[in-house]
């Protein structure tokens, strides 16, 4: 079994370190804390099981649904910014 810091776990797995910390508050993921320097250090305890788990994506996942979404979001803001920097263009002309 190796042992990974959180942070060391979220670059790994490409995830955000909050995303790890939820995982590690759920009990998702296994965890041991060690004191090391008069410091409490958490580790990540890695084994297959939960390995397979993130790398299927049944832990962690981002719905297909929720970034169309924010791609339509995405594509009306910079329909609206196009309009307000033609009437800026148009405000300029008039001064």
């Known amino acids: 079994m190796e042992k990974l810091t959180i942070k060391a776990y979220a670059v790994q797995h ?3 370190i909050f995303n790890v910390v ?3 508050k759920t009990g ?8 090391e320097n008069g410091k409490e ?7 297959n099981e939960t ?3 993130i790398k299927q994506g049944t ?5 297909k649904s929720t970034l169309s979404s924010l ?5 009306l803001l910079k329909k609206e910014l196009k ?5 800026i263009h148009i405000l300029k002309k008039k001064l």
């Open 71 to 75: 791609e339509k979001e995405i594509n």
């Open 14 to 16: 490409k995830l955000s």
């Open 41 to 47: 250090i958490t580790y990540i305890i890695l084994d």
């Open 83 to 87: 309009l307000l920097r033609e009437e």
């Open 51 to 53: 390995e397979r788990e």
């Open 28 to 35: 998702k993921l296994k965890t041991s804390v060690e004191n």
């Open 22 to 24: 939820k995982l590690v």
């Open 59 to 63: 832990i962690v996942s981002t719905s």
